[in-house]
């Protein structure tokens, strides 16, 4: 037996190394469960491949967090199918830390897929309290992607909790898209706003708000209540750095219009569209016309419609030489419009500026034939003359000369490319069956519509309609659009005769969309679906389709809207939708009355915003009302002319224009909102 002393001795050095087993072996069984290169709470940098090779390689706790860098990787390429695989295999049970990641993930999958609901009942389950400052930045990116840049309340919160975490572009980014947020609210939206105490970064955008409707109209005054407002809320991010729109207001000045070049082709076949112009532009120049009513009243029946005979080439389906004259057509007299998304209610308050333009008697016009000579030559001269604007030319190829010819001076463009160019001195204004078609689509979403159904010509002109239409139904968050095609009155009479009607059914109308691409909001990418499956046809009886517009004449429209009352229930109360296209000179009460309830739009001169100049108009153009729209063009060219630097650069200036409510998108392409009038009991009146 050893000695007690000895036996102690022993013991003591064998404790240190019992003990420093233990921790090894303690620092082993940690290792696998997490590894200080995994972090699923910040930035992934890495591609998919990466990710999911490290997830081959790897076990327990650590497989789990490559897996969910794999999925967010997998999201950002667009690998949709992948995703959702690798999404299945995660085990049951998961960390917070990690059931937190997956839900940011998922409403990720759903945003991506299309499914902005289901992504906004995901995001409503995650817990911010837990979340990465990284993280953080993608929750209220997802918020805001869900949100589909309709404005809410909710999404302005988003935006003003988001910005504290960004830097550099995607902070600017944020301040710039609070501010079209804002500015796209209704006037119903505000005043419903309830916001808390508390909520002082918000107070302050809504009254920089109320500051830019107050002043819109007036430039000066407008820079002046931006510094009012800085200096009141000085710790309001937009305070600190002004959204872009409202900090070109700063360096505002107005455009000189002392001397302006009138480009139209005085000789040639456009003649007589450049005639109708140059009066207008005159007119209002001059003086002669009589101020509009604040009001639109109820039109006069003549002064609703239109002539049957086509003015027009590209723009005109019933024209021959279509098809010839498409890359060079005059803008359309029978068609007006051009209402972006969120014109109408992207300024709720703001007062529009009068109509037409005070004469100014010190403005010098020289008009220019562009028939003569080569457009270069023309816009050479011009400057030469000392031009400080020019107006127009008139037709597109002319235009797209002008934008490519980097010319310094302001342009008036009287037409659009087919690739709208932004340069800081030209703006377009043109009349145009797509832009009605998209004003269309806007006022039949905002009565309520979601299942509309188009019925246009078997043409390249119902093509461009259709395509217009569809494009900005989907932008304002509609369904696949349907369509339906007919051919000329011959046809249609074939069918009246019969007896087969029209059946309100159509074929899906599938359109690439700009979005398509995706999002990208503060660093976080969300690619649009790889495919796409169009809707089924529908059809009337089974109640899915709830309005329909008609792009037809007169003579068309006569036979197309018995025709669907044919095969059509009266129970169904579907609304029928008409273009300018079937307004014409002359309609009797006995075709007021065949239209009853039919709803169509036309620009506010022809739809009785000012009788008196209308009646002077129709007068001197022999009742022709393709030649008074571009009358009516020509005023608001000489009006526009006169605010070239505040369309260009003050956002929400606005302006009750005898073709429709102007206004100017960021491209300075003026989009026009026109009047819709109804038919009923025999007379036409406005719809409210």
Known sequence: MLPSKVVRHKAGRFVPVLLA????????????????????????????????????????????????????????????????????????????VQQQELLLLRAQMQIGQQDFGGAQQTLGQEKTDGLSEDQQVRYYALQIAAAQNRPSLALLRAYIAQEPLLKGADHQSNIDATWQALTQMTQDQLNALVINADENTLQGWLDLLNTWHTNSQDPQMLKAAIKDWQTRYPQNPGAKSLPTQLSQVQNFTKASTSTIALLLPVNGQAQVFANAIQKGFNDAKNGVLNAPAAQPAPAATDANTQPSTPQTGAANAQQPTEANAAANTVVSPAMAGNMPPQTEQSQPAAQPATAAAQPDSNAQVKVYDTSSQPIAQVMQQAQQDGATIVVGPLLKNDVESVVNSQTPLNVLALNEPEQIQNHPNICYFALSPEDEARDAAHHIYEQGKRQPLLLVPRSSYGDRVSKAFAQEWQQLGGSTVLQQRFGGVSELKQGINSGAGIALSGTPLTVEQPQSAGVAIAGLTIPAPQTSTPAPAADASSGS???????????????????????????????????SRSAQAGAGPDFRLEMDGLQFSDIPLLSGSNPGLMQQAAKSFNNDYSLVRLYAMGIDAWTLANHFNQMRQVPGFAIDGNTGKLSADKDCVINRKLAWNQYRQGQIVPVQ
């Open 21 to 96: 087993g233990l921790i090894l072996a303690a620092c082993s069984g940690q290792g696998p469960q997490q590894t200080s290169n995994v972090n699923i709470q910040g930035p992934a940098t890495g591609r998919s491949d990466y990710y999911l090779q490290q997830v081959q390689q790897s076990s327990d706790d650590s497989k789990t967090d490559w897996q969910l860098l794999a999925i967010r990787a997998l999201l950002k390429e667009g690998k949709y199918p992948q995703a959702n695989d690798q999404i299945s295999q995660l085990p049951q049970q998961l960390s917070a």
């Open 545 to 579: 389709i709830d309005a329909v517009y008609i792009v037809a004449s007169q003579d068309e429209l006569q036979l197309i809207k018995p025709m669907i009352a044919m095969r059509t229930s009266s129970r169904n109360n579907i609304a029928l939708y008409a273009s």
